[in-house]
């Protein structure tokens, strides 16, 4: 059953705002009310004047706890959800603020005075100094492991008052935490508010047919769609880059949208290709999910970025006006890619993707767009509902994955969660991912001049067969196709070259190797031999 305590309110800051009366009056009266909470030196015989920035540094020492996390402080209301705020900053989205915007409101709701600039950054630097020492305590972006058990997982809504989704195996339900419950929450400004789930009537089958009946996608890449949903809702596990393709007119960037608004926000957008790779750094440590709209084809920048999401990383930069610090950028994100023709592919960002096929709309079943999304907002809350409920029977089932996987692809903790949803669902998603994975490896060698030339070579000759020597003599036994554009210059850049396609060229039964260096240089090594 759903639950939804209520949330406790927020402290008021003591004291009242005056409206009449003298500046002088109003804040003596202020400052009184104020230095009630303020401990006082014995040896003084009156009250002293209580400046601006002492009542602020009250605010946030009475109202506020601290925690530490990546070197950043955050404050978290003591009286409010679960939700950390930064110090400083303009604050995230939902409504979260920053300290500095709750300190600012509370001094003003309690004397009716603005604090100035000074009294703030006095403030700001003594609660700063003071958290120093603070407990650490990790803070999360809109999915989160249990603290407790490792077989739950939390999603947070993005409400003002730190509403999550608590998913346990076999079940979920609604919480709205109290500080120091459950996982603590950061908000950006790219985190989009969700629906409360609702159970579907007819179970988790019914809520997603919800959203087929508006996603348009093939029998055999349903499955997989529902499957890159569910690892959105999985923390730290690397999750394949869910690629939607299909001829014009399909709804790619439309399906796109839908896809991630299930897991993100019904205002979450598609992005365009940053022009560098700082700014897209930047912009997918801020979000939860990378969703990059119509790609016509992948630099190699950007294919070496998404392997490094897929996994985790983390970008150190130069922090602003500091000559000897450095930010931090961690993210390891759902990523989501949308086009027609990604072109050639890199092997290794190959084996992280999860094609998606959508098909033709007929014009009879087109709706406007104005009518879609209106649909799509009306079942948005039972889409997430069915989506949440096959989690909880899937979450169930994953522990039980790794006695009955003999072999796992490359994204193995993917795996484990396909078989489980196998289990549950009686799809077959396992196999057709693997089978997806072998349709892409042709790809990755057809879109490799130096690879495909390599592959013909080897598999010409009787097998099984084996050829050794260096890349200079390699280069002279290949021929390069007609007008190649891409075929290597130098012996060097042949050896990196085939270094780069050597899992794709194994899998297609040809096993390129360096051997060790000897006093003329590294051979290569390339074999038709059955490999143990």
């Not at 500046?23 to 040896?43: F, G, I, V, Y």
């Not at 077959?428 to 070579?457: H, K, M, N, R």
Request: with cysteine; proline share 8%; charged share 25%.
């Amino acid at each position: 059953m759903t639950e939804m305590p209520t949330a406790a309110p927020t402290v008021p800051a003591p004291g009242a705002a005056h409206t009449r009366g003298t500046h002088s009056e109003n804040a003596a009266a202020a400052a009184a009310a104020m230095t009630a909470r303020l401990p006082q030196r014995p040896e003084e015989d009156s009250p002293r004047k209580v400046s601006q920035a002492d009542i602020l540094r009250t605010i946030g020492e009475t109202g506020y706890r601290f925690v530490r996390h990546d070197q950043t402080i955050y404050a978290v209301a003591v009286d409010g959800g679960p939700v950390a705020r930064p110090i400083r900053s303009k604050g995230g989205g939902v409504g979260t603020g920053s300290l500095r915007q709750c300190l600012i409101r509370e001094f003003v709701l309690s004397t009716g005075r603005t604090p100035s600039q000074a009294a703030l950054a006095d403030a700001l630097a003594s609660l700063e100094a003071m958290a120093m020492d603070t407990a650490s305590q990790e803070v999360h972006l809109r999915v989160a492991p249990d603290p407790e058990d490792a077989n739950t997982t939390w999603l947070d809504l993005g409400h003002t008052d730190g509403t999550s989704v608590c998913i346990e195996p076999g079940r979920w339900s609604v919480l709205a935490p109290h500080s120091g419950e459950g996982p603590l929450w950061r908000r950006s400004r790219l985190l989009r508010e969700m629906p409360i789930p609702e159970h579907p009537p007819g179970g988790w089958q019914h809520g997603l047919e919800l959203l087929r009946t508006i996603l348009p996608m093939s029998n055999e890449s349903w499955p997989m769609a529902v499957a890159w949903l569910l690892a959105a809702l999985r923390p730290r596990m690397p999750r394949p880059v869910a690629y939607l393709t299909g001829e014009s007119g399909t709804g790619k960037s439309t399906g796109g949208r839908m896809m991630l608004r299930v897991v993100d926000g019904i205002d979450a957008h598609l992005r365009s290709v940053p022009k560098t790779e700082d700014d897209l750094a930047v912009t997918t440590a801020a979000g939860w999910c990378l969703a990059l709209d119509n790609l016509s084809g992948i630099p190699g920048w950007l294919s070496d970025f998404l392997c490094r999401v897929v996994t985790g990383d983390a970008m150190m930069k130069r922090e602003l006006y500091s000559d000897d610090d450095v930010t931090v950028v961690l993210y390891q994100r759902p990523v989501l890619l949308t086009g027609i023709d990604l072109g050639a592919l890199n092997g290794d960002l190959a084996d992280r993707m999860l094609p998606i096929e959508l098909y033709p709309i007929p014009g009879r079943q087109r709706r406007t767009e104005r009518k879609l999304w209106d649909a799509y907002a009306e079942a948005h809350p039972l889409i997430l509902g069915g989506l949440l409920d096959l989690a909880a029977l899937v979450w169930q089932k994953m522990p039980e994955a790794d006695a009955h996987l003999d072999e796992r692809p490359r994204m193995a903790d993917f795996s484990e969660m396909l078989w489980a949803l196998d289990q549950v669902t009686g799809w077959s998603t396992l196999a057709t991912y693997s089978g997806a994975q072998e349709a892409l490896i042709d790809d990755v060698i057809d879109g490799d001049e130096l690879a495909t030339a390599v592959l013909q070579w080897a598999l010409s000759h009787e097998q099984p067969w084996t050829w050794e020597g260096p890349a200079a003599r390699l280069m002279s036994i290949l021929t390069p196709p007609p007008r190649a554009e891409d075929w290597p210059r130098t012996p060097a850049v042949l050896s990196g070259r085939l270094q780069r396609a050597a899992p794709a060229l194994r899998r297609r039964g040809v096993d390129v190797q360096k051997m060790p260096r000897t006093k003329t240089g590294r051979p290569l090594r390339i074999s038709t031999e059955p490999t143990s």
